[in-house]
Structure formats: structure tokens, C-alpha cells
């Protein structure tokens, strides 16, 4: 699969090595040219701008703070329709550190507003429940892999399931509406971890019926 990783942080340095080592072949990009090159020298793939891995991209992962949410989307011309037909994976979240309340935009999760912005883009929320020290070396838990939580379209969550089965066992929640309650699941998950609890340790254990 082409895959373009938009956003050259811990989250985008934690994931695209998986998808990398399966053989697919990935492109870096970032608002900074220089920490985008950076990841994707030390990954061993290409980068480009914004917009050229938006053009490049089948399948790319939303990696951004979000309060930069506006600047790549308008940078990778998202409301031009360079990720149309795009399966955008987002890991996102968006809280007020303040006191812990849920950002929404007109009522939307941050996901129902990057498909929303993102011109024809099929977005899928994932990976956004632990830290990125988990998906970095994903470990398991009583000898179960970790089970991941996503949503999206039917033919969305289709397009991403493979590629969360490389971090995880996937657990399908249904569609994009479902991603405000991963985004506030987070939430609890940034307040423990902002109060001293070591990142490694913390994750929800959603256990499957067989595991
Ligand atoms: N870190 C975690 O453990 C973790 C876990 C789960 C979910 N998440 C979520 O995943 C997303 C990415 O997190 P991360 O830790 O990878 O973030 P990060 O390392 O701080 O930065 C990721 C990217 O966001 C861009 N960015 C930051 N502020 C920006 C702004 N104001 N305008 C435009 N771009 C901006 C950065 O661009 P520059 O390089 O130009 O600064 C960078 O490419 C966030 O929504 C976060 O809430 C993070």
C-alpha cells in the first residue's frame, strides 16, 4: 500500500515502523522540512511536502497536534481534494488541558471534522488511546495482544484493519460517529498519564471474548 504519514512527531515515529517493516511502501511529511527528513531518514523511507504525500497517499495517518489540525490539512490542500478517496487514519486527540473537557468543532469529535474538512477523505479513528511508547514496541497483556478500538466507514475500517492488525487486534466499534467516545476515553487516558503514571503501563485492557 502507499501510505503517507502526515506529521513527523513521537506518534507518526511510533507507528510507521510497523507498516514500514511489513513492506509497504511510505513517504514522510511535516509542517518542518527538516524534522520530516529527519524521521524519514532515521526510517529509512522518502519524505516530500504536505501536499505531495497527500497526493502520494492510498492510505495516510494524521499525526498532528490539534492545533495544527487546520495548518496541514490546508498545507496538504485537504480542501482541494488531495486526499479524496483517502483513507485517512487519525490518532488524534483534542482536549482542554485546563479542566479536561472534550475539544469539538460545531459538535464534531476531531475526527468527524478532519473528514469533514478533508475534501472526499474516508477517515478511520485509531491509536489514540495510549501512548506512543506503547505502539512503538507493542507488547501483550496476559499473553493477549493489545486490542485496538477503530471506527469509520465500513469500507474505511476495510482499507485500515490490516494495518492495525500489524500494532494489535482490532476491535471495530462501527462508524465515525463512535470516535468522539475513543477521543473521550483518551481523555482519562492524558490525565493519568499527565499526573506521573508511566506510559508502558497504561492502556485500557479490552479483553476479547477469547482472550
Ligand atoms: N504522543 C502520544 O503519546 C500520543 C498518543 C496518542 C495520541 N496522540 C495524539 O496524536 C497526535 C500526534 O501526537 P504527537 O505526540 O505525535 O505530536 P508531536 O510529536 O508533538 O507533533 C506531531 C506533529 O504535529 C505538528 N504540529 C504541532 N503543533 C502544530 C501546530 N500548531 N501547527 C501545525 N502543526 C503542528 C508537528 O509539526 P512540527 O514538527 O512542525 O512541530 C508534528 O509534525 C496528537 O493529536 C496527539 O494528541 C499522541
Known sequence: MKIGILGSGMMASAIAPHWIGAGHDVVVGGRTPERAQQLSADLGVEHGTLAEVAAFADVALLAVRSEGLGETLDLAGASRGTLAGTTVIDCGNAVHLGDYSQVRWDGRSLAEEVEFRAVGSKVVKAFNLCHADVWRTP????????????????????????????????????????ARHLEAMAIIMIRALASGQTPLRSAFNLLSADG
Do not use: H, K, N
Not at 145 to 162: M, N
Open 139 to 178: 507488547t501483550t497483556y496476559g499473553g493477549a495482544p493489545l486490542r485496538v478500538p477503530f471506527c469509520g466507514s465500513e469500507e474505511a475500517r476495510s482499507v485500515a484493519r490490516p494495518l492495525i492488525e500489524l500494532l494489535g487486534d482490532p476491535l471495530d466499534i462501527g462508524d465515525l460517529s463512535q
